[in-house]
């Protein structure tokens, strides 16, 4: 899959598991032709294909990137981190989920709503959408010519993230909070833009504006 300009995307779905139950989770490589910088996005285990990519493409990652803190977006963070000697950039709101996991997931750099993550080759705006978890953050990657969106679990092709209930909302609650964001921060974006979520295809925002039955 590759953007037109300087930008590619390739996306490696791994096979996890929670407790018992196996699902399919998306780990992103992005990287810039030009520069040859790369950002790995939500690695929830180890993806041997990205690593080879890398070392074919002779890539050098600048930074491992996380929409939210659930194990299966983070799992691999400081495998990563480790590897290629850059630091993880993760949701300050997430801390609850990180302290959740391995510790290892914890991220080195901390951002919040409306941060921009500047690296050399790539622009990095944290648009965040909450109700999946409190600071499920949406990453707007931008270079020179194109602009993409990383939803995590905040925005699937034709679904929305699941809700839960906590001591304060109900999981419906939830929902209309995570809709009503989705609606107000991401559909005012080009409808263009392509969207990479955490799980399954991807797919546009002007696509989803149309046709995400969550959302219309
Ligand atoms: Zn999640």
Redesign the pocket.
Known sequence: MCIPLAMVVKRFELAVKHGDIPFKVNVYLVYDIASREGVVIDPGDRAAGLERLIEVEKLNVVAVLNT?G?F??SDANSYYSGRYGCKVYGSRAEEYNYDRNNADSHPDIFFDDGDVINLDAFTIRVIQTPG??RG?SNLLVETIGATILFT??NLFKGKI?RTWPDDEFSARQKQQQLINAIKEKLFCLDGEIKVYP?HGDMTTIGQERLTNRYLI
């Open positions: 939210h659930h299966d977006h999946h978890s499920s995590g679990d993230g955490g």
